[in-house]
């Protein structure tokens, strides 16, 4: 007799048994379904992925029909989406957000990207002083709006960890495009190579013409954390905690800093010791006085020195 064993899907996976990307765009309407290809629900399934179960702040950018802002309400079910435009989406999206029970956790708001106070306000509005885990620019593929809302989003909302997608970043190699050159120089180009700029940016010595709301002081550690670029899709995390650079004094351990510090200094000391009375003994040959404030000096300082090597 032959016996089948199959193994029966653990449902406690709710990952494995959750609709893809693509299953979900199957089931709104095709009049408003995103324009979203099959490579970039690939990305987006690898890169947000492992995160579909947990309460995520979401902010879209370029809603059109409304089907993405569907789409990510479906895979994230637990998330708070907040999307905006500068046009508005069609009725028959209102009517799904409805019959979706989404009114709650979505909220559509008609404004630009390129509005920075109107997109504080917008984004402050709804998620109070919560910060954001992803957000997706799909709006106007301008160098000057993305960059204006990264100035603004970036610095200021996302939390550490959090991920930024601009989508479409090739339209900047077409010709015709508004800020388009096939040099890869201008457009979005330009800003991807900005934002790849600052991945590496610690070590930094050199000017920099990128958004300059994120640098802080030449030798601070980059505020993104890693770059992932494919065809038409881009993503940036925002670095955890800021790292300093490691300097020499913390590779090693305490007591050997507390150590080469305590050489120093009485080398340091034995040196000033030495010059006074270099200068004392020069004074005494050729019966020059030596003024009293230098004398002082000296000596408070070597007595400063040696308080420094007591205390270590
Ligand atoms: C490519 S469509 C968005 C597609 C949608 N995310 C999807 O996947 O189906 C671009 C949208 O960005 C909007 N848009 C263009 N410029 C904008 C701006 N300055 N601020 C906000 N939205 C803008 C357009 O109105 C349009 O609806």
């Not at 693509?22 to 690939?42: F, M």
């Not at 040196?271 to 000596?299: G, I, M, N, W």
């Amino acid at each position: 007799m032959l016996v089948v064993v199959t193994e029966r899907p653990d449902t406690n996976d709710s990952q494995a048994l959750a609709p893809s990307l693509s299953e979900i765009t199957l089931t709104i309407p095709p009049s408003i379904r995103s324009d979203k290809n099959v490579r970039q629900l690939a990305f987006y399934e690898d890169l947000v992925g492992h995160l579909r179960d947990q309460p995520l702040n979401v902010l879209e950018v370029g809603v059109f029909h409304g089907g993405s802002t569907l789409l990510l309400a479906g895979y994230f079910p637990t998330s708070r989406i907040l999307a905006v435009d500068i046009q508005e989406p069609p009725l028959v999206f209102y009517d799904e957000l409805r019959e979706r029970e989404l009114t709650d956790r979505v909220k559509v708001v008609m404004v630009s990207q390129a509005d920075a106070a109107g997109l504080q306000g917008t984004i402050e509005s709804f998620f109070g002083s919560q910060q954001l885990d992803l957000i997706i620019d799909d709006a106007s593929h301008l160098y000057s709006q993305t960059r204006a809302t990264f100035d603004i989003v970036f610095g200021q909302y996302v939390k550490p960890g959090g991920i930024y997608v601009i989508e479409d970043w090739g339209c900047g190699y077409w010709p015709l495009w508004d800020d388009g050159h096939p040099d890869g120089r201008h457009g979005l180009p330009k800003l991807i190579k900005e934002l790849i700029d600052l991945v590496a940016l610690p070590n930094r010595t050199m000017s920099f013409d990128g958004p300059q709301s994120l640098l802080g002081s030449p030798g601070q550690p980059s505020p993104i954390s890693r770059a992932m670029i494919t065809n038409g899709i881009s993503a940036f995390v925002r670095s955890e905690a800021p790292m300093p650079e490691p300097t020499i004094a913390s590779k090693v351990p305490a007591w050997f800093n507390r150590r080469v510090a305590r050489r120093e200094i009485t080398r340091f000391a034995r040196t000033v010791r030495k010059r006074l009375s270099e200068r004392l003994r020069q004074a005494r040959e050729q019966l020059t006085e030596v003024p009293e404030a230098h004398v002082v000096c000296t000596l408070a300082a070597h007595v400063r020195y040696r308080r420094r090597v007591r205390s270590l």
